[in-house]
């Protein structure tokens, strides 16, 4: 694999998005990586635990490759959303093993969005998150709209999404975005310690647990839906084509609303 890193550990896997000249950002073979990487912990018999994390210091993961999508016409962008949550972020949140996030740096849209499809999310101190789509004229597409309201709240919601704003460790804390927060230097000790204390239980009871849990969220799946095709109608706005543009020429953009 070219951008992802799988490292075995007895019953624990660690998957690392591993593109830091870019900040991780989720293109579509790092998307497709991922799904590979999250399928054989899955079905690795000795894995019981999978900790994510991104390459660098910088970095859990900056969002979806603005670069990648900035030319897409709407039913590419639909589509774009459509695949990358059933291949990655509804993958993740419907594994039968507990996913642990340790973020350690940016997550940003799809990052963010990727960090909230893990069961358990554990920050460093430094990391910062948002959904900053919106600046780009376009907004989340990776089921940020559902999953943050429903953990964050949907007053969270509302203002973290409409103001694109990053928030530091201690406020995603506040916000039950993050489980805990801990010093970047012991957030892989600190997650690797949390899935110890995971893989000493019975798998086949943690796994109908996490049946049970999910089973309350089913009825988000039409909102999921509306994401999918809210986010497509915006790749044929102007402000989509201004907000991307503005973003590989390092401006700041002029959006008109149409
Ligand atoms: N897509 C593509 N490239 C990205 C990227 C992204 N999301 N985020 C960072 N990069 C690239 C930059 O373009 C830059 O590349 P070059 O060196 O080739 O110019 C490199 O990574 C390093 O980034 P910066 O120079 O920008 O680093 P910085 O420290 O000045 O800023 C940052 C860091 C604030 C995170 C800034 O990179 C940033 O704002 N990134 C974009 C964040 C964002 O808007 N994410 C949402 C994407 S849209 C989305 O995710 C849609 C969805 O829901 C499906």
Request: aromatic share 8%.
């Amino acid at each position: 694999m070219e951008y992802v890193i799988l490292e075995k550990n007895e019953a624990v896997t660690l998957i690392t998005v591993n593109r830091p000249e870019k900040l991780n950002a989720l293109n579509r073979q790092v998307i497709f990586e991922l799904n590979t990487a999250f399928a054989s912990a899955e079905d690795d018999p000795e894995t019981r635990v999978i900790i994510l994390t991104g390459a660098g210091e910088k970095a859990f993961v900056a969002g979806a490759d603005i670069a990648e999508f900035a030319s897409f016409s709407p039913e590419e962008g639909r589509r774009l959303a459509a695949d990358g949550q059933e291949r990655l972020f509804n993958f993740i949140e419907n594994l039968a093993k507990p996913v642990i996030a340790a973020v350690n740096g940016y997550a940003l849209g799809g990052g963010l969005e990727l960090a909230l499809a893990c069961h358990i999310r554990l920050g460093a101190t430094t990391a910062q998150v948002g959904l900053p789509e919106v600046s780009l004229g376009v907004i989340p597409g990776y089921g940020g709209t559902q999953r943050l309201a429903r953990i964050a709240g949907p007053g969270a919601a509302f203002e973290l999404i409409t103001s694109a704003q990053r928030i530091p460790a201690d406020r995603a804390l506040a916000l039950r975005i993050f489980n805990h927060i801990y010093p970047p230097e012991q957030l892989l000790s600190e997650a690797r310690a949390l899935a110890g204390r995971i893989a000493a239980n019975s798998p086949s009871a943690i796994s109908a647990a996490m049946n049970a849990i999910r089973a309350g969220y089913e009825p988000l799946r039409s909102g999921f839906d509306k994401e999918i095709e809210a986010f497509g109608l915006c790749f044929a706005t102007e402000d989509f084509r201004e907000g991307t543009q503005a973003f590989l020429e390092k401006r700041k953009p002029r959006f008109t609303g149409r």
